[in-house]
């Protein structure tokens, strides 16, 4: 099964060490999909630092929504 969640990112920030830090906060909405979203994770945080010389380091802009799907690894 897999679990879909929408986040907006709140901060992007060079770290002294050489990666990017970026937050996201769970979205929320009174209309339409973001409202579906609200009901499902009504408050959230997430935190992560991405290396700097990767292309998902320039992916991420504060202010803009992002899709996240977690999809439990099954063990082997």
Do not use: H
Not at 51 to 75: C, H, I, N, P, Q
Request: glycine content about 6%; hydrophobic content about 35%.
């Amino acid at each position: 099964m897999k679990i879909l969640a929408k986040f907006r990112c709140n901060d992007v920030t060079q770290t002294t060490w050489g990666s990017i830090a970026v937050s996201f906060n769970a979205v929320y909405g009174t209309e339409g999909e973001n409202a579906d979203f609200s009901k499902a994770t009504p408050s959230g945080q997430i935190q992560m630092n991405v290396d700097k010389d990767t292309k998902a380091a320039t992916e991420f802009v504060r202010g803009e929504e992002y899709y996240l799907t977690f999809e439990k690894v099954e063990k082997k």
